[in-house]
């Protein structure tokens, strides 16, 4: 059974950093693209960062690009989301997710991704 688990969410305040980790299972981690992607509550699930199998390919949202840092290590079957930065306009349920290809955002879509984790709330706010 394929499971993909996060962990790492929290409630902080604007400027603070969390770290996020997925933990995947039941399948060739090492052989999937990982992406991170965040739902706000009446917002539609949009993506926030990709990385490819060997991590030589890395891509992310402009509104993250420069606080987040997505990473990955596939001897622990593990993707980060490490955030900095953090904003109110951060707050989201965020996931990861595994497919083939780590695409460029504005051409990524959930779709495009097989496997998916439960997600883990990230709430920034004063």
Avoid at 31 to 41: D, T
Avoid at 73 to 89: G, H, I, R
Wanted: include cysteine; glycine fraction near 10%; hydrophobic fraction near 30%.
């Amino acid at each position: 059974e394929v499971q993909l688990m996060e962990s790492g969410g929290g409630s902080v305040q604007p400027g603070e950093s969390l770290r996020l980790s997925c933990v995947g299972s039941g399948y060739d981690f090492s052989r999937y693209a990982m992406g991170w992607f965040r739902q706000a509550p009446g917002k539609e699930r949009e993506a926030v960062s990709c990385i490819s199998w060997n991590g030589n390919t890395i891509y992310y949202a402009d509104v993250v690009k420069g606080r987040f840092t997505i990473s990955r290590d596939n001897a622990k079957n593990t993707v980060y989301l490490q955030m900095n930065s953090l904003k109110p306009e951060d707050t989201a349920l965020y996931y990861c997710s595994a497919g083939y290809y780590c695409l460029p955002v504005p051409d990524s879509d959930p779709s495009d991704y097989l496997y998916w984790g439960q997600g883990t709330q990230v709430t920034v706010s004063s």
